[in-house]
């Protein structure tokens, strides 16, 4: 059966770091949390009639095992990779073993407006979208993107 929002949840991925939403420079990333990010992305999918499926790990290997789970069981990935946007091939390699699942890659902040090593993003080789600096509302802008692509009449396989 193709899955879409209807029959298989979005999976959102936070990479390291996330888990301090909220405690760790407020300045750059907000005082919001990542429950409350959790809270706002679950009431986005449940708008379009679907579920998220909420993960962070500060853990490279965890967040390809969950990628891997992600292109058998959901719909399509949103994920904010933090620093391992910057490092991290296996996760860009992971991504690519999703073909045909929607990605969007979110970043609380405008990397692009801050350090330079911060410019350059592996995961988004492969995303369909990238929302940067929009805070944590890019969250919502990525499940709603998910929602697009992978709503009932454009099921993936």
């Not at 490279?60 to 399509?76: K, P, Q, Y």
């Not at 801050?114 to 499940?143: K, L, P, T």
Request: proline content about 4%; hydrophobic content about 40%.
């Amino acid at each position: 059966m193709p899955r879409t929002l209807a029959n298989a949840p979005i999976m959102i991925l936070n990479g390291p770091n996330l888990n301090l939403l909220g405690q760790r420079q407020p300045e750059i990333y907000g005082s919001d949390t990542l429950a409350d990010v959790e809270a706002r992305c679950v009431k986005a999918a449940a708008a379009h009639g679907g579920t998220v499926d909420f993960r962070q790990s500060n853990h490279e290997g965890e967040l390809v095992d969950w990628i891997h789970e992600a292109r058998l069981n959901h719909c399509g990935i949103v994920i904010n990779p933090a620093a391992y946007s910057h490092t991290s091939v296996a996760i860009l390699d992971a991504l690519n073993t999703c073909d045909g699942l929607p990605v969007v890659e979110v970043h609380i902040s405008n990397i692009h407006q801050r350090e330079s090593f911060r410019h350059h993003s592996y995961v988004s080789q492969r995303a369909d979208g990238v929302i940067a600096g929009c805070g944590v509302q890019g969250y919502v802008f990525g499940v709603e993107r998910i929602a697009v692509l992978a709503g009932a009449g454009t099921a993936r396989a």
